[in-house]
Structures are given as C-alpha cells and as structure tokens.
C-alpha cells in the first residue's frame, strides 16, 4: 500500500479523531499563550527536577566528537544514525571567491557528530563532579534525530530533560526503579493540576475529556506480562491497550527479546541494563493513542553490559574509550533517562500535534495534513496555514 496515495503524509489514525479536534487547546489559547503556558511548565519541572530529587541544572553539550562511544547510537540502524560533520580547525581565508575544496587538510581537524541523548555523557559528568550517591545532575537538551519520520508526536528535533542520579550497587533493583519512576510522576501530574488551574481554556467545557485527568498513581507492568495480556499485537497495540485500561503505565524491561522474538523496545546495548529500565506512556486524551513521555533505568554494570553488547553482536564496541572506563570500574553506577520536554508540553496543554509547542522540521505534506485536522504548527519557514479565528485574552 502506498501510504500517500491512502492517507497522505502519514496514516489518519494519527491525527486526533474529528470528535477530538475541538478539544485542542489551541483552539482557545492564543500563540502567545501557548508559549507562556509552555514557558511554566519547564519552570515547574525544573524546579521539582532541584527540589524533589535534589538535581542540579547542568550546561549541555550540542555536539561531541565521534568515535569515543559516548554518544547514543539509539537502536544502532544506519538510518538512526547521528548528524555528522568536520570541523576543520584552520584559518580560512574570508571572502566568496575562496575555494575551500582546494585548501590544504588541517593536522587538527575533527570528525564531530551532533547529540542524540546524554544518556552515557552524564555518567561521565557524575565521575567529574564528583557527585555522591543520590546526588545528581539534569540538562534541558536538544539533539537531532535524522531517522525519525515525523507524526504527531515524533520530531526530527528532540528535546528533553536529561538526568542523571549516582546509586549504590544495592540500589540497582526494581523496587529503586519505581522510587524513581513514582518520584518523576508525582512531578508530572502535579504540573498538570498547576496548569490547568492557572489556564482553564485548556480544557473545552462541555467535552469528555475535560474531565479527564491523569492518574495519580501509574500502573507497572513488565514487557512480559504486557505480552502475555496481548499476545497477537505488535508493539504500539499492546501499549495502546495497556493504556487504555489503566491511562498510565511503566513498562519494565526494554531490550530483551519477547517469546514472539521481538523486543518491546529496541535499545541501545550501552546505557541502560535491559532487565531495569522502562518507558512511561500514558493516554493522550486528545489524540486518543499512545503517548511516551520517558525512557529511563538503571544503567548498566560490567556484567550487564558485556551480555547486552554479545546478544547485539557488538562486542568489539568494548574497545571504545567510554566502555573501556565503565569495564574497568571507572565509572559510578547510576540511574537516569529522560523527560520528553515538548511531549510532556504537549500532553499537559492538550494540543493535537507536537508541532503546535515545538519548531520542528516538517515536510509540505506534513503541514498540509495537519492544517486540515484542525493543527496550528509552529513553522519553520514561510507556509500556507489557516486562518485562526479566534483570541481570547491571556489567563493570569
């Protein structure tokens, strides 16, 4: 099936159902509103980040030099692959007329990549800081992610709240999991009241999801158990109907083959050991589908490490300097993942698209599409949108 010539872009059940499309917010708040509203929930999260967990807010890194193992190779495919480039470190001479194709090569050049995710680069920080068990750091980054075709939730521009915490080795368990896990949604569900409280229009009166909300407590389940529950569906089904029974849920163990042969997840071998990591997905209540809000675990130890690297046939990457350092001990143990920064906006302002918080990168069609689902993206260039009709004055 051609999926253009079927449903344009990207498939129809993507977009929020027509039932739904009133019910995005930005139907009611102003472009400017949706910035402020935006605006106060990074400074809720980070504040909870430093006072519920102790954090400190780090600078981040945008670009890191390649070959040295510390960038994340995300499910390792060529088409993942990070954004690649040189940076020639010479003097250049200025002016238009200057054929740098026939400049001598700098001694100093360097082959540099840009971020992916911090994953295994705030392991690194924590040895460098010299942070304690249950001392920790996080950064608001933004990398790109080249391999992602772009729908309501997924941009080629990720950005999230990278956080790293130090741990004891008797704290890599599943219980210290859901401490930390318990710990990060009290956060996002206490924003959600704060935001609704302080933007009302977010929710349209009258419609059933005004009265949704998220749950207090999340549901955990291991990537077992959810198979064993549905056997028959393939990955994105299985979390849509976890969620739909119990609206949030953690699910354990992302990485490891399932009966059927097919991970839950496809991971990187490097950062997280498979058996104590998860993802927190929750039910948008405008798009209806599944919506992921964090990755995250306990990262891996000597042991886990060297098994994950085997099963992916990767076991010369021991070689690289990072895991070189984590095999030889140098490394602390610890937990951390991410917060999707524009998802976790997304969700909590009840827009429709990922695109109507955050200037991704979209195709023509992709605007086309969204425009006539009723979705106010954020351009990164001059188009062809629809007229909005409404403003209603900022909410104090």
């Known amino acids: ?7 344009g872009y990207m498939p129809n059940d ?81 002016g238009l007329s200057v054929d740098e194709d026939h400049l001598p090569k700098s001694a100093y050049e360097m082959n540099c990549e840009v971020v992916q995710s911090l994953a295994k680069w705030k392991r690194l920080m924590l040895d460098r800081l010299g942070c304690q068990v249950g001392e920790g750091i996080y950064c608001d980054s933004t990398s790109i992610r080249k391999g992602y075709k772009g729908d309501v939730t997924h941009s080629v521009i990720a950005d999230q709240w990278d956080y790293e915490i130090r741990i004891s080795k008797e704290d890599r368990t599943v219980d210290k999991l859901k401490e930390f896990v318990r710990a990060l949604w009290k956060i996002i569900t206490d924003c959600e009241d704060y935001i609704i409280e302080k933007y009302p229009n977010i929710l349209l009166d009258g419609h059933p999801s005004a009265n949704k909300r998220l749950p207090k407590e999340i549901t955990f ?21 976890i969620v739909r029974e119990f609206g949030a849920v953690f699910i354990i163990g992302m990485g490891w083959p399932l009966p059927d042969g097919v991970p839950e997840e496809v991971r990187s071998p490097g950062y997280d050991d498979w058996n104590l990591n998860g993802d927190i997905i929750v039910q948008n209540f405008v798009t209806e589908y599944r919506h992921e809000l964090s990755s995250q675990g306990i990262r891996v130890n000597e042991e886990s490490l060297m098994a994950q690297l085997q099963h992916v046939g990767r076991l010369e990457d021991a070689e690289l300097p990072y895991f070189k350092a984590l095999l030889d001990g140098k490394l602390p143990l610890s937990y951390g993942g991410g917060l999707g920064i524009s998802r976790i906006i997304m969700l909590l302002l009840r827009t429709g698209h990922i695109g ?14 969204a425009a006539a689902a009723g979705i106010d993206m954020i351009p990164d260039r001059i188009i062809q949108r629809r007229k909005r009709h409404h403003h209603h004055p900022k909410e104090n």
């Not at 099936?1 to 449903?7: A, L, T």
């Open 14 to 94: 993507l977009l929020p159902p027509v039932r739904n499309r009133e019910a995005n917010s930005t139907n009611r708040l102003s472009r400017l509103d949706i910035q402020r509203a935006s605006t106060d929930i990074k400074r809720f999260i980070e504040h909870r980040l430093e006072e519920d967990l102790g954090l400190v807010k780090h600078t981040t890194p945008l670009a890191m030099c390649a070959g040295t193992g510390v960038n994340d190779e995300l499910d390792g495919t060529k088409s993942k692959s990070s954004v690649k480039f040189i940076v020639p470190n010479q003097d250049i001479p200025r």
């Open 1 to 7: 099936m051609n999926e253009n010539k079927e449903h």
């Open 221 to 241: 389940i291991t990537s077992q158990e959810l198979h064993e529950k549905h056997p028959d569906k393939n990955p994105h089904m299985k979390e849509n109907a």
């Open 356 to 369: 109507e918080v955050q200037v991704g990168v979209w195709h023509d069609a992709h605007f086309k599409q």
